[in-house]
């Protein structure tokens, strides 16, 4: 009677790899991954920038966005009509000077937009906007708006505030601040003074603090107002 071979039964049952041994035997195969599963992560990939991670910095400053104070809008063409008329009258020879000297439109077009651009304050209507992080005012083809930290200290005017660097060196001077004009009536004066007054510092504060830190950074500079300073009290 022939007898049954173990082995071929083994390596014949359902479901069974091999009927070597195991230490023989390679790694089960896997199972295949859900194609649903698989669809869902290459469009998670997708959807997320490579690299991107919410870093805490980043996660801190959406929490802490800029939230706007105050806006206004003025327009300070119609304040003084005999001022503005020659301004108006200036731009406009100017511009018919460009042709006449070079009548080609894209170079009286360049010209044209320069003037505006620099006179667009005065010309057109401005909107003033303060935040907690920016100052700076928005019009036709100009704008400018700068970051608390840009600017030293404050002057008042009687027709508005002048956001200003450090004008006791050459170089303050020459830099361009901003002048935030009131209203006409002056009605919005206390208000515009409270925010400005509560991001920035006095003149006499502002620049005493200034020369601490001078002092603190030390250098060929601080020494020689150190040695000015020992040869004026002499």
Do not use: C
């Not at 920038?49 to 119609?78: F, M």
């Not at 170089?171 to 935030?180: D, H, S």
């Amino acid at each position: 009677m022939p007898q049954k071979d173990n082995d071929s039964e083994v390596r014949n049952r359902p479901g069974s790899a091999s009927g070597r041994p195991s230490y023989l035997r390679g790694p089960l195969p896997q199972k295949k991954a859900d194609a649903g599963s698989q669809v869902t992560d290459i469009r998670e990939a997708k959807a997320k920038p490579r690299g991107s991670q919410d870093s805490p910095a980043q996660a801190k400053s959406e929490a802490a966005e800029d939230v706007e104070l105050y806006n206004w809008k003025i327009w300070l063409l119609p304040r003084r009509p005999l001022v503005s008329a020659f301004v108006v009258a200036s731009v406009i020879g100017s511009v018919a000077l460009a042709y006449w000297t070079l009548p080609q439109i894209f170079f009286v077009g360049v010209i044209t937009v320069i003037l505006l651009n620099r006179l667009a304050p005065y010309l057109f209507p401005v909107r003033y906007i303060i935040t907690e992080q920016t100052v700076g005012y928005k019009t036709f083809l100009a704008r400018d708006i700068r970051t608390w930290d840009r600017f030293l200290t404050y002057r008042e005017f009687p027709d508005g505030i002048l956001l200003t660097h450090d004008t006791r060196t050459v170089r303050g001077r020459v830099r361009e601040g901003i002048f935030l004009y009131y209203y006409e009536d002056g009605s919005n004066k206390d208000e515009i003074f409270r925010i400005v007054s509560s991001k920035l510092k006095p003149p006499s504060e502002a620049f005493a603090d200034a020369d601490e830190e001078k002092k603190k950074r030390g250098g060929l500079r601080a020494a020689f107002d150190r040695i000015r300073r020992l040869k004026s009290r002499d």
